[in-house]
Nanobody, 128 residues
Framework: QVQLVESGGGLVQAGDSLRLSCAVS????????MGWFRQAPGKEREFVAI????????YYLDSVKGRFTISRDNAKSTVYLQMNSLKPEDTAVYYC?????????????????????WGQGTQVTVSS
């Protein structure tokens, strides 16, 4: 059984930092693209950051560029999201996901429907 378990969310103030982790078990993800998505109340799920299987290609939502960094450790089957300079509009439930896809086509990777495995989500709340 494949499991993705996120951790690291919490309540912080604007300008603070958080580091989210996503540990994968039951599947070797070294050839999978991994992504972080988020969903705020009343809004659709949106991609936040994506990393290719090798880690050589990354994509970011425009509003998080320069503040968030996605990385992965394939030996540990773990993907990370370092979030700096957090803003109240970053408040959402953050999900990690894995896609059995070894390409780097951005429109494919930004579509949550192309991800087969999802975590349960971790809440990030940024107060002003």
């Amino acid at each position: 059984q494949v499991q993705l378990v996120e951790s690291g969310g919490g309540l912080v103030q604007a300008g603070d930092s958080l580091r989210l982790s996503c540990a994968v078990s039951g599947r070797t993800v070294s050839r999978d693209a991994m992504g972080w998505f988020r969903q705020a109340p009343g809004k659709e799920r949106e991609f936040v950051a994506i990393i290719s299987w090798s880690g050589g290609t990354t994509y970011y939502l425009d509003s998080v560029k320069g503040r968030f960094t996605i990385s992965r450790d394939n030996a540990k089957s773990t993907v990370y999201l370092q979030m700096n300079s957090l803003k109240p509009e970053d408040t959402a439930v953050y999900y990690c996901a894995a896609a059995a896809y070894s390409g780097t086509i951005d429109y494919y990777l930004k579509n949550p429907n192309n991800y087969s495995y999802w975590g349960q989500g971790t809440q990030v709340t940024v107060s002003s």
